[in-house]
C-alpha cells in the first residue's frame, strides 16, 4: 500500500516536494537531500506528519 507523503525542508521549514512510499516496508520517516528553492542549496527535506 503506497500513501502520499509531504517533504519539507529542515532549514526553512517549507513544503516543496511531495512523493509516495510503501508504508509497510518503510514505517520511519522519509529524509532525502533535495533542491530548496527558498534556501537556494541542497538541504535535507524530511516527511511531514
Not at 507523503?5 to 517549507?14: G, I, N, Q
Not at 520511519?28 to 516527511?47: D, I, N, P, Q, S
Request: some cysteine; charged content about 40%.
Amino acid at each position: 500500500m503506497r500513501r502520499k507523503v509531504v517533504l519539507a525542508c529542515v532549514d526553512c521549514l517549507s513544503r516543496n516536494y511531495s512523493t509516495d512510499k510503501n508504508k509497510t516496508e518503510n514505517a520511519e520517516r522519509l529524509e532525502v537531500r533535495k533542491f530548496c528553492k527558498r534556501c537556494g542549496a541542497h538541504t535535507l527535506h524530511r516527511e511531514t506528519k
